[in-house]
């Protein structure tokens, strides 16, 4: 038998060989109890993919039970919600953890799975209606970019459309089935309306333009709780009292501070309180919101920096937090309200995590343009003086925050610093900050990330000979762009999943998507030069760093043509770059076993070619 490799080792000292549960553990996310009360259901990978579990809700002080198997599903389940009567989960799930997303209900018991959806090309989750009997869905028909909001009768199947457009989703119906709230519009474009069930009549609630807009109906019906960032810098919980069938008498916020994003809303089934997660720099603050006097009182903490979703219990009197952070794994706690105990663990994985995982620092630096940017650091145990140093880039409009990195942690492990920063266009930062790389802003953005070599660089963090660029998504577009806008800086570089040509993306993305996209990138026919000049594929004789390539082979958002074309280029110009495709894996990479190998590769990858090592990918 062959002696495991260098990277396997490493691997084994965090959890225990390539499968390294210290490193993989079990996610636990999106806590949902059930109307009565008795059961909880949440979202985990146990089996390997994220599915529904449900189980007995214990009372205080007590850990749930987990059951030995979870929900039936078609896919990996994204969201799910209770329907108010409790005979049902509806679910969000993705085939092959494709981005054609399909709608389902179960029972609790998993004993009835009906797909609500089949014919659709795609379809999202909504709310409920205050019966149940009516399920929120947006519904894409094949090679449309418009979507339909409906309302789906379980009964008989017939369905009543509120909204048709881009992007709609059914938001809120209030208790007496009367009045709904829609969203339409794309993220940056968002905007909402309440609709009168029995005559049609719609309302603006509030101005278009939102990045966040949400809503939930007060348990008289009478008042709108919004959580929204329309005509204001930072998103905020707004109160809007409703006049008559369908009028606005005001709106006022209720929640709100000049420097933070209001990241998660959750009220209490009595509709007396509200919990409020606030995102500073990144990390999450919980408080409580009495309703009635508008007085704010703050959450005893959680582990972890970052939460990531919470409810009440029926009775009010204790939250239940999905929280993680970049030594605790995701997890579920529970926090009682009025005793001021602390947080107890109420679903956490078995094994816990080892003294040797690092946790990162905050850092401020600027742009060229002198835009204040700040990003997270994970330097590794001990280092002294530069190190090899990989740049880490996320995704689209959202966020680094210190939350569990398994990549990360790998990479510190084996010598690698890691610096994930927050470029203009991230979330968490304000709206103006989110706007700063619309169109041709863009190519600020990309000067971000020279920017950002040079900060690790001049502080002595990162070895200049030593630097690499990776990106998911956004950012894995990122990560191209910069390796073939600034081949000088880097030795090394991972594209995840990100988009090489914005032409070929327009054309072979989902119509729903390239809608969406439109108002972020640039229109593909107006905006043709311009997209042109921003796409990598079109300098790909400039990228001379080695370069990984990794895509799932179901990914329909930036389809995995983007990733072949770049390596054919590549090779074709006599490169040798990496190409890890994911089976069964779309934008996201979900399958524990796949998140396993993806790690090992990256970190082979990357420690080979800033580390010299002799070791190559698959």
Request: with cysteine.
């Amino acid at each position: 038998m062959a002696m495991p490799g260098f990277t396997e080792r490493r691997l084994a000292r965090l959890g225990g060989g390539t499968d390294a549960p210290g490193l993989f553990p079990t996610r636990y996310l999106d806590p949902a109890p059930s109307p009565d009360g008795a059961l909880l259901a949440w979202i985990s990978d146990r089996d390997g993919r994220p599915r529904v579990w449900v189980a007995p809700l214990p009372p205080e002080g007590r850990a749930v039970v987990e059951p030995d198997r979870p929900l039936p599903a078609g896919g990996d389940v994204e969201a799910m919600c209770w329907s108010p009567d409790g005979l049902w989960i509806a679910c969000q799930v993705a085939p092959h953890g494709g981005e054609r997303t399909g709608v389902q209900v179960v029972s609790p018991d998993g004993s009835d799975l009906r797909d609500l959806a089949p014919g659709a090309a795609a379809a999202t989750l909504g709310v409920w209606s205050p019966t149940g009997r009516q399920l929120g869905i947006t519904i894409y028909a094949e090679g449309s970019g418009d979507g339909q909001a409906c309302l789906v009768d379980l009964r008989d199947g017939t369905s009543v459309v509120l909204a048709s457009g881009p992007a709609p989703h059914v938001c809120a119906v209030s208790g007496d089935g009367r009045r709904a709230v829609v969203r339409l519009g794309p993220e940056g474009a968002r905007r909402l309306e309440l609709v009168d069930l029995r005559s049609g009549r719609r309302t603006e609630l509030l101005p278009g333009g939102a990045g966040v807009a949400d809503a939930r109906f007060g348990v008289t019906g009478r008042q709108l709780y919004v959580h929204t960032d329309a005509g204001r810098e930072r998103p905020a919980l707004l109160a809007v009292t409703l006049r008559g069938s369908s009028g606005v008498s005001a709106v006022y916020p209720i929640a709100e501070r000049p420097d933070d994003d209001l990241d998660l809303v959750a009220l209490d089934p009595a509709g007396v309180r509200a919990a409020l997660s606030w995102n500073v720099d990144g990390r999450s603050e919980v408080e409580l919101l009495d309703l009635r006097s508008g007085l704010l009182e703050p959450v005893v903490p959680v582990p972890g920096d970052v939460v990531t979703g919470a409810a009440f219990t029926l009775d009010g009197n204790a939250l239940i937090l999905a929280n993680e952070g970049p030594a605790v794994s995701p997890r579920l706690s529970r926090i009682a309200l009025d005793v001021h105990s602390d947080a107890t663990p109420l679903l956490r994985p078995a094994k816990q995590l080892g003294a040797s995982f690092v946790e990162p620092t905050l850092h401020e630096f600027r742009g060229e343009d002198g835009l204040r940017l700040s990003g997270w650091l994970f330097r590794p145990r001990g280092a002294l003086g530069p190190q090899p140093t990989l740049i880490w880039l996320h995704g689209p409009e959202s966020q680094e925050r210190p939350a569990f990195q398994p990549l990360f942690q790998a990479l510190t492990a084996e010598g690698v610093a890691v610096f994930a920063p927050n470029v203009r266009g991230s979330g968490g930062y304000g709206r103006t900050f989110r706007a700063a790389d619309d169109g041709e802003r863009r190519f600020a953005a990309i000067a971000d990330v020279r920017a950002a070599v040079d900060f690790v660089v001049s502080a002595g963090i990162a070895d200049p000979a030593r630097v690499g660029v990776s990106g998911r998504s956004y950012g894995g577009y990122l990560a191209l762009a910069a390796l073939a806008w600034y081949p000088e800086l880097f030795s090394v570089g991972v594209d995840v999943c990100g988009i090489s040509d914005f032409a070929t993306f327009y054309a072979r993305t989902e119509p729903w998507i390239a809608a969406a996209a439109a108002a972020e990138y640039g229109d593909p026919h107006t905006d043709a030069d311009l997209l042109q000049e921003l796409s990598p594929l079109q300098r790909v004789d400039r990228i001379t760093a080695p370069l990984l390539v990794v895509h799932g082979t179901h990914d329909t958002q930036v389809p995995v043509d983007e990733a072949q074309q770049v390596v054919d280029a590549l090779r074709e110009r006599g490169a040798s770059p990496g190409f890890l495709l994911l089976e069964d894996e779309g934008h996201e990479v979900r399958g524990r076993d796949n998140r396993v190998v993806f790690v090992r590769e990256v970190v082979r990858w990357v420690v080979a070619h800033l580390r010299g090592l002799s070791e190559q990918t698959a």
